[in-house]
């Protein structure tokens, strides 16, 4: 037994069959697709006839002409920055509350971490009811106290903040991160700041931000490539708002309303799969693909515990 | 010593140093507790209002789901039957369960043994392995959607099933490789050289030592696969929207919706019934999936 596993070809077979099931999914689900998106943006291809080769056709249409492409990117940046900057901060605020609680601390996490398992389609309906601008519960409330509740997700210019809502409403994964790296603070430095008269504001300034700044950190970036994806939420607030009946095959204008909900992943779909555009979704697709890489890049060169702890 | 009488807590031992300065200590602290415990209730009324107005909106009658009433005057449970008999909502069900418990079961049976291996194993190219599969872990789905949805439409003709979604996951899912390999990081190599001395192959080594060790990041990575199955949406709008007959319960809760446009209370309690079993796979498996969570954000 001995003798076999100090082979070095041995080793390597064994480390080769362990990984294989990796090995197989990343070339076919992965490096394979991703080589046939690149493929794709320069072929006119509409999922019937044979490929085509157009060159930079494809680019030159999502950049410079394609309507919906100038909002879609704007609402996505949007999101990234303000949803994320947004998340964080609540959620490193729950976090220092929840350590601060003394009595029933279970019950208030349970509390503030259940909508976080709300699945999203559920979620994002829930929150088209609470929010609907005649009968929902909040503008009830809100005329009660004698203020006119906006229009919500029925308005071009309240429809992002709406989703911002919905997704601190889910902010329990950031609360228990930070909760766990707030808790990692060694006792003693607060203790020690303490002596030297520090107040609160400077114990969080010199004591605990130094020490769960690589958790901010893991925190933002993760933030920005989920922010990047954001689908299922816009799509159905926007659906749903509309109160526009979707069959199968039927298409509608995705953005609802006045394509203030609309995001880059959602162009993807509207373009491959309803208008069956191949080249120009793929071209999109490698949009998101160079940014999403650039800020995984950025990711794993900062010191934020993805790469950390390899021995 | 005025303060000291109007003080709600009452003073524990004669030995204690009383005076103004620790009546004024002791003061600042229960002020501090009750201002903690304020905010705290605040904020959890905020977080759970919304489960009890989408609750109270399901047991009301149909009109008056239409008022702005925030109280039921009846209690309509019958809508919870009617949601149960409306069609398709029983296959939603056995559907969603399909997905999320194969998709589980295969991620959770690949991912082991790569993440042991990218753990323990000591070999070349293992820091790009890693690189590779955080940059996987990136990846925004729809970015190899399409050649992907080809594939499966054209060359295996599986489109309007859900098995595009779930084969794969026989073949590792990056982000649960991950997770989990962070988790065989903790376990001390000790106890993996000691088997080998006792004659132990590296599979059973795995199988026998490993497994029973890692069960609590064994368990993380299959809740968090069971509900990122259970709540995916894209997937089945790609591969299953074609065929009713495979759409999930996230898929299917907005077609309802569509379907009842103005029955907000029989939409409701659709909305409850696809969030229920989450909270309840929740509340029993809570301590796993806070580790879980944590472990995400492990630091270096």
Known sequence: MALTLSSPARRRLRTLGFLSPWLIGFSVFFAYPLIATVYFSFMHYNQIQKPDFVGLRNWKYVFEQMPLFGPALWNTLWLVVVMVALRVVFGLSLGLLITKIKTGAGFFRTAFYLPYLAPPVAATVAFVFLLNPSTGPVNEILAHVGITGPNWFNDAAWAKPSLVLLSLWGIGDLMVIFMAALLDVPREQYEAAELDGAGAWSKFRYVTWPSITPIVMFAVVTGVVQTMQYYTQALVAGKIASGVSIGPGSVIQPGYPDHSTLTVPQLVYSMGFQNFNTGAACVLSLVLFAIAMAVTMLLMRKRSGLLAAED | ?300
């Open chain 2, 1 to 300: 010593m005025t303060s000291t009488t109007l003080s709600p807590v009452p003073t524990a031992a004669p030995a204690r140093v009383s005076g103004p300065a620790a009546a004024r200590a002791r003061r600042k602290r229960v002020l501090h507790w009750i201002a903690v415990h304020c905010v705290a209730i605040a904020v959890a009324l905020l977080f759970v209002l919304p489960f009890v107005f989408v609750f109270l909106t399901s047991v009301m009658s149909d009109s008056q789901a239409m008022s702005g009433d925030l109280w039921p005057h009846a209690w309509h449970w019958e809508n919870y039957k009617a949601v149960f008999a409306t069609d398709g909502f029983l296959d939603w069900w056995k559907n969603s369960l399909l997905y999320a418990g194969l998709g589980t079961l295969f991620t959770v049976c690949s991912a082991i043994p790569v993440a042991y291996a990218l753990a323990k194993f000591r070999f070349r190219g293992r820091r790009t392995a890693m690189i590779l599969v955080i940059s996987t872990m990136m990846l925004p789905p729809q970015v190899i959607v399409i050649p992907m949805y080809l594939v499966w439409a054209q060359q295996f003709h599986l489109s309007g099933t859900l098995w595009p979604l779930i084969i794969p996951m026989a073949f590792g899912d990056a982000y649960s490789i991950f997770l989990l390999r962070q988790f065989l990081l903790t376990i001390p190599k000790e106890y993996i050289e000691s088997a080998k001395v006792d004659g132990c192959s590296e599979l059973r080594t795995l199988l026998k030592i490993i497994v029973p060790m890692a069960k609590p990041g064994i368990a993380a990575i299959a809740l968090f696969q069971f509900f990122y199955c259970w709540n995916d949406y894209f997937g089945p709008q790609i591969y299953a929207a074609q065929n009713p007959a495979s759409w999930t319960l996230s898929y299917g809760l907005e077609s309802f919706k569509s379907a009842h446009s103005v029955n907000w209370n029989l939409t409701m309690a659709a909305t409850l019934l696809v969030m229920a079993p989450v909270c309840i796979v929740f509340f029993f498996a809570q301590k796993a999936f806070v580790e879980g969570v944590t472990l995400t954000g492990v630091k270096g």
